[in-house]
């Protein structure tokens, strides 16, 4: 079974859009100016919340930078499609050490959107979102090891920075967790834990771990497949634990 390339499904979960960037030529004015030259071209509406974004950008707020990379790189607001602007932005946000930016910037990398694909940068960038704690960083992070991208290719470190995701309840991260324990790779073979996963993956609406349910679910006795649902509500309930205790 094998895992998909999820760095682009990760970028529309991030930002929430559908994914239209174009590639086009490099910055001919600094990425301030020409965001000011776009600004007078929007309807009062759309020019209102670039400007808000773009007032934020130019104090150095590193929120406000990812958010007018999102503008540029998803064409909101009648903003025209453009990767090169949009990466100016997110890189600017990603040396500040913004998760969000760093992750999007290493998506850019792998996926060779504004820039030419380079797997080393992607892999930079993905370590420092998931050395934050970023659980897209390291679900990305894992892929990197897992298809040695910009790395040494490691089923041991994939595994573990999937399980790293898996545990902040990112559906992909287990996913991706339950092909490893389907396959036996980078961990032992066990169809149990491989199950426990692909439900809580499931469960958040993760339709490849739905699907590969009732293929593993034939491998499993019932007192196996109990045991997985079992596994599956404890971590649910320490899920709830976790976050009653941040409150």
Known sequence: MKIKHFTLLLLINIIGFRLQAQQTGGFSTPPEDHARYIATQLNETGRK??????????????????ELGGYYFFGRLGVTNDAVEALGWYRKAAEQGYSLAQVTLGICYGEGKGVETNYTEAF????????????????????????????????????????????????????????????????????????????????????????????????????????????????????????????
Not at 49 to 66: I, N, P, R, S, T
Not at 202 to 210: L, N, R
Request: hydrophobic share 35%; glycine share 10%; charged share 30%.
């Open 49 to 66: 919340q670039f400007d808000q974004a773009l007032a934020g950008a130019e104090k150095g707020d590193a929120a406000a930078e990812f």
């Open 124 to 247: 930079k960038w993905f370590s420092m979102a998931a050395e934050k704690n970023d659980s897209n960083g390291q679900l990305n992070l894992g892929f990197c090891y897992a298809k040695g991208f910009g790395v040494e290719h490691d089923e041991r470190k994939a595994a573990y920075w999937y399980r790293k995701a898996a545990e902040q309840n990112n559906a992909s991260g287990q996913y991706c967790l339950g092909v490893a324990y389907y396959d036996g790779s980078g961990v032992p073979k066990d169809y149990i834990e491989a199950r426990k996963w692909w439900i809580l993956a499931s469960d958040q609406g993760q339709q490849d771990a739905k699907r590969n349910l009732a293929i593993v679910e034939k491998k499993l006795t019932f007192d196996e497949a109990v045991e997985s649902q079992f596994r599956a509500a404890e971590f649910r309930k320490g899920i709830g634990t976790n976050h009653m205790e941040k409150m």
